[in-house]
């Protein structure tokens, strides 16, 4: 038997944070938040005036960093220990959501460790003390309709990705006024990592009759308007805004594969944003999984529109054209033209492979990987060689 989930509601649109108005008859909301931006353009204050015309109190957790660590997460939860909430209401990029996510099963159940839930489908039952709202400010995580959160442990350069349907969010709110805060270089690498995504939920393991038409639905939407949202177009920002939430419904359920096993485990070893990361590994990655599953990669193909007679001359296509994207979106094809010198490089590979291995996204690549072939396909995505085995 297979599951598919999804928030209870999901509200998008300009405006679409006046919808708050729903959550009469609640309490307390404890909001939670990243850096400046969503102060700055007046979306926090926007949400905290929603609320208490609602008639619930309000208290902010603000400045949680741009990938969220334990510590942050357990003060948090201690905040929401002490203000008791019955509404957690995310505001901003993939971080405060996945923080606020993490801080929410600390909340409920203070008397777990970290340790006790980084195992995919080990987090236990919660909504006995609150339920959870996302309002996305970036387009491209889609944390907001999402089973997943990832967490970084500083002390070993390892982001963690917690997996539970139990912490898919309750209710999402996709204001599309919110996305046009972002500047170039966060829509280019946001939008990526929704496409990648998309691409991934297509052919992972898990993939259904549910998830396909939203992968395929995302993967279009995304390639028709990544570049002119790049370039600042409102309307493409909206629609891509959109289309990295479709992408979340079905990977959240498809689930993933070894691009974001190696973003996860790159990211925080080489500074590199996580978008970035798998802009970086994609090409890479279809060419390695090709070898079992080309008929999906040349039906993506087909679906966008590139030419080619045969699967192989489709997904040739496929991994030039995310070639293309990437340049014309400021993203280096490789490790290296994105900073990561070769002694560093050489020092954190074997450690990265390792890692990479035990992510929970691993499980789902549609083809197996070892250690060995996991590193040479690091080294390809370093040095800029062709997968050929």
């Known amino acids: 038997m297979s599951r598919f989930t999804l928030p209870r509601d999901i509200y998008f649109g300009a405006n679409a944070i006046s919808e708050l108005k729903n959550l009469q008859g609640h309490k307390k909301a404890i909001i939670v938040t990243g850096g400046s931006s969503m102060q700055k353009h007046g979306f926090l204050q926007k949400t905290e005036t929603v609320l208490r015309q609602a008639g619930l109190e309000t208290k902010i957790f603000e400045g949680v960093e741009p990938d969220p660590s334990i510590e942050t997460v357990m003060r948090g939860a201690e905040m929401m220990q002490q203000y008791q909430p019955d509404v957690i209401v995310a505001i901003g990029g993939g971080s405060p959501i996945d923080a606020a996510k993490a801080m929410w099963v600390f909340y409920e159940h203070p008397e777990r460790s970290f340790d006790d839930i980084k195992e995919p489908f080990s987090i236990p039952k919660l909504r006995k003390k609150a339920i959870f709202v996302a309002i996305p400010s970036t387009s491209g995580t889609a944390t907001e309709v999402t089973a997943f959160s990832v967490i970084t442990d500083y002390t070993t350069k390892i982001k963690y990705p917690l997996a539970d349907f139990e912490i898919t969010p309750d209710i999402a709110v996709l204001d599309t006024d919110i996305p046009m805060t972002m500047p170039k270089a966060l829509a280019a690498h946001t939008g990526m990592d929704a496409f990648t995504h998309a691409v991934e939920a297509y052919v992972a393991s898990g993939r259904s009759a549910f998830s396909d038409p939203l992968a395929l639905q995302a993967i279009s939407d995304i390639y028709g308007n990544i570049v002119a949202s790049y370039n600042g177009d409102a309307d493409a920002r909206c629609a891509v805004h959109m289309a990295q939430c479709l992408a979340g419904m079905a990977f959240s359920n498809a689930l993933l594969g070894i691009v974001h096993s190696l973003a996860h485990k790159t990211g925080a070893e080489f500074k590199i944003p996580h978008g970035c990361c798998n802009a970086i590994l994609l090409p890479f990655v279809i060419q390695y999984n090709s070898k079992i599953c ?96």
């Not at 699967?311 to 496929?318: A, F, G, P």
């Not at 094809?333 to 492979?353: L, M, S």
């Open 294 to 389: 080309m008929d999906r990669f040349a039906q993506i193909a087909r679906y966008i529109g590139l030419c080619g007679a045969t699967d192989r001359q489709l997904t040739n296509s496929l991994v030039c054209e995310i070639r293309k994207l990437n340049g014309m979106l400021g993203i280096g094809a490789t490790f290296r033209e994105n900073g990561v010198t070769q002694e560093h490089f050489d020092a954190a590979i074997d450690k990265i492979c390792e890692n990479a291995l035990l992510d929970p996204c691993t499980g789902s690549n549609p083809r197996e990987i070892d250690f060995n072939n996991m590193k040479k396909l690091m080294e390809c995505a370093f040095y800029g060689n062709d997968v050929t085995f």
